[in-house]
């Protein structure tokens, strides 16, 4: 059974940064795309960084662009989520997630953390 372990979140003021992790166990690592998620409290959850399995391809919601990083470590079974520059309106939980497929809409996502709170202050 694929597990997902999300660390990092907390509390931090505007402009800010935070390392998010995602250690995996119970699965091929190395053959999932993985990618990182967030909801806010009424809000839908919404796509942050994607990456595929080998780490050469990766999306970005426009949001985030140039302040967020995602990386991979293969040899380690988990995912990161550099969050650099932040702002009060990434607060929200943040979630990784894992599938065989490169998939942007995260509905389409088998394998997910129980999630991780980011809160940045102003």
């Known amino acids: 059974q694929v597990q997902l372990v999300e660390s990092g979140g907390g509390l931090v003021q505007a402009g800010g940064s935070l390392r998010l992790s995602c250690a995996t166990s119970g699965g091929t690592f190395g053959r999932y795309a993985m990618g990182w998620f967030r909801q806010a409290p009424g809000k839908e959850r919404e796509s942050v960084a994607i990456?595929?399995?080998?780490?050469?391809?990766?999306t970005y919601a426009d949001s985030v662009k140039g302040r967020f990083t995602i990386s991979r470590d293969n040899a380690k079974n988990t995912v990161y989520l550099q969050m650099d520059s932040l702002k009060p309106e990434d607060t929200a939980v943040y979630y990784c997630a894992g599938d065989l497929e490169y998939f942007r809409d995260p509905l389409q996502y088998t394998y997910w953390g129980q999630g991780t709170q980011v809160t940045v202050s102003s």
């Open positions: 990456i595929n399995w080998a780490g050469n391809y990766k």
